[in-house]
């Protein structure tokens, strides 16, 4: 038959190549039976699935990355876990022995491939386009400093990756949404080859354009009816607005009294300008809001004292309320629409449970586990688990690459002074919190002052260099050296620009007029 196809096209005169040849065959050889396997541990995305799927073929692919995706747009065939080898075994048995689902999985394939062109491309790129917002939206600014209202946008876009649309997107392309009736916005996503290239890219361009539209004033009905009455109590306009410097005390120090001590001389050193206002504080740690709020009672200080409050290292954002008798402290929740991004929740939960059960003392003779949940100190988008041992605790690295082959993403942070492991979404951290609140509130990084110790959380160097101004305070945090970077391959020099003009040291043991005295000399406080 092979031959009859070859000599029926040399008798048409057809122009023909031997890679079309080779094509036609192929294709015929797909139609007869087969299965294509990938069962890679993890498959970012899968480019040969689509061309099976192009040629008719069923897959049996790894659950693990891109043939999740690629599966729930065309539904050609089953997923499996690649570790094991009966399930992937059972599923090539059950697609060949069954006919009926092996011509269900090839049908789905050829119907749906279409969804993987470059048509459906273009139209999934031009619709992401129109609904990128401007890198700094109306919202965030006010011009004379507070009295101008909000804007209707929500700022739940600027920092986080925008949320992937489906392929089959549908367009209303006779302009029935739009309400106008006619056929300006029309397009033939198939072309038209005695039409104006250019004419049917600008009719794709304007039906996308409608269609976003029409999506955009969906989301923001929906979302600030929802979220306007639990953000009432934040204020448009929060104290730190008003303020000229703000000074973060991101300090990890290894006790609470240690902490109280390095917050009341960063105060001291503000003086005057902290009476006057004019310059606000923010907390930024790894505890939780409730521990904050015990540590504020017992060291008598006041919720007051700072303007915003960074919790759980930074997947929590919170403001003092401005109804005290009600709620001591208000959560920003557009902030975590923010860092939301690929965070994997209940399954992810679940996964760190198991891995915490296999982190044992295998050299002790107890077999104690060292890494255990700590469900009262987790929330929503911080997992926190407590660390027996801080010098047996398992390398981050590790984890990670576990969370890698799972396809699941996520920020494991070791803190107060290794003895808790926080998990936090990929996006989140305590330097993106101060980057939301120049994107949420318009202050600028550059009138910061970050409070770091000499050590700290493995979260540590993010918070050294940048904009901001980063203020080491020599001694403090030193313990965390040889408990939390002591599994690291490279020294914290190599990771922070310690060269920057940015970064000043503050010599170990010094007084709140030693450290004023050094931000007056750096301009950062009225001399």
Known sequence: MHHACVFLLQRCNFEFTVADIKQ?????ECAGAGVFVNPAFIEPFGLT???????????????NGGPVDIHRVLD???LVDPHDQKSIADALLKLVSNKQLWAKCRQNGLKNIHLFSWPEHCKTYLSKIATCKPRHPQWQRSEDGGESSESEESPGDSLRDIHDLSLNLKFSLDGEKNGDGGNDNSFDPNGNPDGNATDRSAKLENAVLSWSKGISKDLRRGGSAEKSGQNSNVGKF????????????AVDCDTTSGLLEMIKVIFDAAGEERTEGSVGFILSTSMTISEIQSFLSSSGLSPNDFDAYICNSG??????????????????LYFHSHIEYRWGGEGLRKTLV????????????SNEQIVSPAEQLSTDYCYAFKVRKAGLAPPLKELRKLMRIQALRCHPIYCQNGTRLNVIPVLASRSQALRYLYVRWGFELSKMVVFVGE???TDYEGLVGGLHKSVILKGVGSRAISQLHNNRNYPLSDVMPLDSPNIIEAAEGSSSADIQALLEKEGYLKG
């Open 76 to 78: 050609n065939g089953l």
């Open 455 to 457: 050590c700290g959380d």
């Open 354 to 365: 198991r891995w915490a059960g296999s982190t044992t003392d295998k050299k002790g003779q």
């Open 24 to 28: 036609c065959l192929l294709r015929e």
């Open 238 to 249: 929060p104290p730190l607005r008003s303020r000229n410097r703000l000074f973060v005390i």
């Open 49 to 63: 699935l689509i061309e099976a799927a192009a040629y008719g073929l069923p897959m049996v692919a790894t659950k």
């Open 315 to 332: 997947s929590d954002l919170y403001y003092p309320s401005l109804n005290p008798e009600d709620r001591l402290f208000v959560g920003d």
